[in-house]
Nanobody
């Protein structure tokens, strides 16, 4: 059974940094693209960042470009989201997801095959 387990959420101040982790269990995703999405209260789930597990190519939403970095640790089967210069509008539940589709399409929730349960990040002003 495939499991994606997020961790690292919490309450932070505006301007702070935070690292989210997504531990992958149950299979290897060597041919997959891994993504982070977020959903703020009352809003749709939005793309944040994605990485190709094999080659390491990345994609970012414009709203986080230059502030967030997605990275992977093949040995630990873990994907990270490094978040810097956090803003109150970054407040959301952050979800890790995986897809067998190419990285270029791993930017929309319906393209993803597997999901974690999410971790809440709250940024206070």
């Amino acid at each position: 059974q495939v499991q994606l387990v997020e961790s690292g959420g919490g309450l932070v101040q505006a301007g702070d940094s935070r690292r989210l982790s997504c531990a992958v269990a149950g299979r290897t995703f060597s041919n997959y693209a891994m993504g982070w999405f977020r959903q703020a209260p009352g809003k749709e789930r939005d793309f944040v960042a994605a990485v190709s597990w094999r080659g390491g190519s990345t994609r970012y939403a414009d709203s986080v470009k230059g502030r967030f970095t997605i990275a992977k640790d093949n040995a630990k089967n873990t994907v990270y989201l490094h978040m810097n210069s956090l803003k109150p509008e970054d407040t959301a539940v952050y979800y890790c997801a995986a897809t067998s589709k190419p990285l270029q399409v791993a930017v929309t929730p319906r393209a993803m095959d597997y999901w974690g349960k999410g971790t809440l990040v709250t940024v206070s002003s």
